[in-house]
């Protein structure tokens, strides 16, 4: 399958407008939102190429920026959860107002903090996620609420990111739905090899496949 080509869009929320990139392959049912990590952004080339991967799948894909460059100039901007899940929740809402989406199955792919913010975006709305995939993730932000997510969740992880692998793991505990977890050996926090990285991608395509195509 050809990859799609990619529209900019323009993502209105809380008086700001988000900068993304939308693609979806012809008869898609399914539609993947990336949340990035603190101090990354729409153009991580490491979640552009997990959403190359999710795209030749026939699964569509969003990424965008959580915040302007303005706002992450600011360090504590980058780390400030709610805001984080709200621009989710807001990029969720404008997927629902446009006719070529609404329709669409909704998955979540976050990174580090994003990760955090997907989960309790889901967690948010209950049965109107079908799946969430967390790339060492800092899910343990999000533990007050991971007992309410209903979505499938992959859990994948570096072997070598030891500190946030025993974080995955408590906080995998928290879940009460269908779930799984997956260590990578040897990678560490941000799969930098370009085989661990191939690795994550496939893990994350075959969930998105499964739970939303």
Not at 31 to 51: D, E, I, M, Q, T
Request: net charge negative.
């Amino acid at each position: 399958m050809v990859d799609t080509t990619l529209t900019p869009v323009t993502i209105p929320a809380d008086g700001v407008e988000l900068d993304g990139d939308l693609g979806i392959p012809e008869g898609a049912t399914g539609l993947v939102v990336f949340a990035h990590g603190s101090g990354s952004s729409r153009k991580s080339p490491r979640n552009n190429y997990v959403a190359e991967v999710i795209r030749k799948r026939g699964v569509g894909t969003l990424l965008f920026d959580l915040l302007t460059e303005r706002e992450d100039e600011t360090y504590e901007t980058r780390f400030d959860i709610p805001l984080l899940v709200e621009r989710l929740l807001a990029a969720t809402e404008w997927i629902r107002s446009r006719d070529e989406t609404r329709a669409l199955k909704i998955g979540y792919f976050g990174s580090s903090t994003g990760a955090a913010a997907a989960l309790l975006a889901a967690a948010e709305l209950g049965e109107e996620t079908d799946a969430v995939v967390s790339r060492g993730g800092r899910v343990d932000l999000a533990d007050e609420r991971l007992a309410d997510v209903t979505a499938p969740t992959l859990f994948i992880v570096g072997g070598a990111d030891e500190p946030v692998l025993g974080l995955n793991r408590s906080s995998y505990e928290r879940l009460d739905c269908e779930k799984s977890l997956e260590v990578i050996p040897g990678a560490g926090h941000l799969f930098e090899d370009p085989s661990e990285l191939e690795q994550v991608a496939e893990l994350a395509a075959d969930w998105f496949e499964t739970h939303l195509a």
